[in-house]
């Protein structure tokens, strides 16, 4: 079972990017997926998360800028992240909770999540 990442890289505030994660050796179409972010000596903070119905959740800072979805047919968790600032630097990963198909109100915790891929690099400049 793995979860692999990419899409990372270097751009300019205000630009973009677009995440993906494309899982192998387990069908996540049913179950809760979601995107976190890690500063070095920090903490990972739960960026966003998508349930097996589509719906999703976001924390407050990406509101209206990052976009999670999922393609079940190719198995693979996007995020797309537009107006990009510097304070969204950070290593992305993402994770799965299987078998759970709901996120709820725990969605942002990391140690709900079992799999977990290795993580993209995301740095923007000011």
């Known amino acids: 079972v793995t979860l692999v990442e990419s899409g990372g890289g270097s751009v300019q505030a205000g630009g973009s990017l677009r995440l993906s994660c494309v899982g192998s050796?387990?069908?996540?179409?049913?179950?809760?997926m979601a995107w976190f972010r890690q500063v070095l000596d920090k903490g990972r903070e739960g960026v966003a998360s998508?349930?097996?119905?589509?719906?999703?959740r976001y924390i407050d800072s990406v509101e209206g800028r990052f976009t999670i979805s999922r393609d079940n047919a190719q198995n693979t968790l996007y995020l797309q992240m537009n107006s990009l600032k510097p304070e969204d630097t950070a290593m992305y990963y993402c994770?799965?909770?299987?078998?759970?198909?709901?996120?709820?109100?725990?969605?942002?915790?990391?140690?709900?999540?079992?799999?977990w891929g290795l993580g993209t690099q995301v740095t923007v400049s000011s």
């Open positions: 994770a799965a909770d299987p078998p759970y198909y709901w996120c709820g109100g725990s969605w942002a915790s990391e140690e709900r999540y079992g799999d």
């Open positions: 050796g387990y069908n996540y179409a049913n179950v809760c």
């Open positions: 998508i349930n097996m119905d589509g719906s999703t």
